[in-house]
């Protein structure tokens, strides 16, 4: 068989696997709700009446989940305009790495989707968005300004865009901005909020209903949250938006193109984060710009099977001048959350890298020896 076939039948293969996850949503989810209420069952009779209120409370999130299954079904539905590249959405499909794709688990959509539908496209998570986008957005808008230029010829890419917010709040201030993802988790949710969603707080979901440790209330854990806060549809942004499927590594091969890249909670998803940086120098245009927000989480670090290098801070600093790049800024105590409940006893922030770097206009003598 013809290796592009072989290719294209693991992908098609995965992505059947990832939508057969999305649909596994239900039942994984009652099913933990089920264990919980089969062991207060078996309980002294004296202990199941202290529990009478978590009783109501199980039976509570049994229709959240249920509430949020109705999302995921829409969601679902025509996602494989991703697969077939339907021309009436956003986006644009690439090689999408099969061989490299994480084994997909029904507790994903639990862990990942549903809370960075929560930080990107909810009103509650305008404040997470000010602490990673905003500082960003001012670095572009500051640096390519509009009383500079015309922002409609900057081109702006965002790798690990995630849901899309990012690339469409950039987009909306007038530039060219793609983002591109890897995750066809994140890739099917981001087509449903940017090409379905009409109207704004179209959808009511419960974000929180599988945090079952550290609530202070059992009105915390059933909490609704409505996406989006804005809708992509009614509201289109002033400048181009486009999102493209695939490895950053594979997809981007066109030196000296971007104006701008912009890295926000993504330069630790690398094996080899060199690699990463590599690529940003020889992408950008000799004058870009890179700006970088995130921590150093590194996840490929504890995966079985999986190589990863974890440079530390000053590490970085090393690769990054020995890339070719000019820092302009550089802090490493920036406060930002990922995907915090606000509720929750416990917190979690990150004091985040942000960086701004220019590759030079010229190359310095030494550097083409």
Known sequence: MDSSVEENEEEQNIFCNIIAAFKCYRKTALESVNRREAYVNS???????MLTKYRELLQKLRCCIEANDN???????????LFYNDSDNLFQSSNLKPLTMPKVRPQDIQKVT????????????????????????????????????????????????GLGRLVYEIACRGYYCEGNEFSLFMLI????????????????????VHQYVNNLCRNNQIKSVTFPDVSPTKFPPKGTMNMVAGDF???????????CIATCFFIDC?????????????????????????????????????NSIEPTYEDIMIIVISCGF?????????????????????????NSIYLVCEKPDSVPIEMKK
Request: hydrophobic share 35%; charged share 20%.
């Open 114 to 161: 549903l809370k960075q539908i929560f930080r990107d496209w909810s009103i509650e998570g305008q404040s997470e968005r000010n602490q990673c986008y905003k500082p960003i957005i001012d670095e572009i808008t500051t640096v390519f300004s509009p009383l500079k230029c015309n922002v409609e010829d900057i081109k702006i890419l965002v790798p690990g865009a």
């Open 270 to 306: 690398a094996n080899n984060i060199i690699e990463f940086v590599e690529l940003i120098y020889s992408i950008l245009k000799p004058g870009g710009i890179w700006i970088n927000l995130g921590p150093l989480l590194y996840h490929f670090s504890d995966i079985i099977h999986e």
């Open 326 to 350: 000019k820092i302009l800024k550089n802090r490493a105590d920036v406060p930002s959350k990922y995907a915090q409940n606000p509720t929750s006893m416990h917190q979690s922030e990150y």
């Open 189 to 208: 949710a981001s087509n449903f909020v940017l090409n379905r969603c009409i109207v704004e707080n179209q959808c009511t979901f419960y974000p929180w």
């Open 71 to 81: 999302v995921i079904k829409h969601i679902v539905q025509d996602a494989d305009c």
């Open 249 to 259: 590594l594979q997809v981007y091969k066109d030196l000296n193109y971007w104006d």
């Open 43 to 49: 309980l002294p009779k004296n202990h199941q009446e």
